[in-house]
């Protein structure tokens, strides 16, 4: 079946630093691939997405691309705030269906 | 369009009691799903329809969880009766199937507290 693994957290960096979350899938076929992001007491807001192989999804100083190759979709920053503390969950979606399949969530504190 | 609006925002019951959450989805929006979140367990499918229509319930804990959706703009999921280990915040997400690139909605969630 579809499966996504993400790092597990949490990860704390210091402002400015460059950050990686990286998220492996196990999917037949092309799955569109998606980074959600949860800031605290909310909801899970959608980040950045990447449809098809070699696509890079970039939102807010994010960006991932999708690497079909490794079936990895990492997800990047090169210099956080501490705004970008948050809960960040990678998540697969196949052709057939409409079913997201979300990792574990990759907590980040970021601090000044 | 106003997202997806979930309510009420927090909701603490006494054990035994019958809680009912509620959700508007986007309009136009052929899907919803109901997701619970614990520290423990994390983000949980518990259940999605279709056009009004239970496609799978299989992440439904227990019988004293029920969920319906009697049209497009209105979903309940109703625990009768409560206990504490139902606390956790459960959110509803709305989806348009017809574009694969689509993601899902969330709406900010119902924090429930049973005591």
């Known amino acids: 079946g579809n499966s996504v693994t993400q790092m597990e957290g949490p990860v704390t960096l210091s402002e400015e630093a460059f950050l990686t979350i990286n998220c492996t899938y196990t999917?037949?076929?092309?799955?569109?691939l998606f980074w959600y992001v949860q800031y605290p007491g909310e909801g899970l807001q959608l980040l950045l997405k990447a449809t098809k192989a070699d696509d890079k999804g970039s939102n807010k100083g994010f960006e991932a691309t999708y690497r079909k190759e490794t079936t990895s979709f990492h997800l990047e920053k090169g210099s956080v705030q501490v705004s970008d503390s948050a809960v960040y969950f990678c998540?697969?979606?196949?052709?057939?269906?409409?079913?997201?399949?979300f990792g574990g969530g990759t907590r980040v504190l970021v601090k000044p | 369009d106003a997202g997806v609006i979930q309510s009420p925002r927090h909701e603490v019951t006494e054990m035994g009691q019958e809680v009912t959450l509620r959700c508007k989805p986007i309009s136009g929006h052929d899907y919803l799903f109901w997701y619970r979140q614990t520290m423990m367990r994390g983000l949980e499918l518990l259940i999605y329809f279709n056009n009004n229509v239970p496609i799978d319930d299989s992440g439904m804990p227990e019988d004293r969880f029920s969920a319906k959706m009697p049209n497009a703009s209105f979903s309940t999921l109703k625990i009768q009766p409560s206990e504490p280990r139902d606390s956790a915040v459960y959110f509803c997400?709305?989806?348009?199937?017809?574009?694969?690139?689509?993601?899902?909605?969330f709406g900010s969630g119902t924090r429930l507290t049973v005591v």
């Open positions: 998540a697969l979606k196949k052709a057939a269906g409409n079913k997201l399949t």
């Open positions: 997400a709305s989806s348009l199937s017809r574009v694969l690139s689509y993601g899902y909605t």
């Open positions: 999917a037949t076929g092309y799955p569109s």
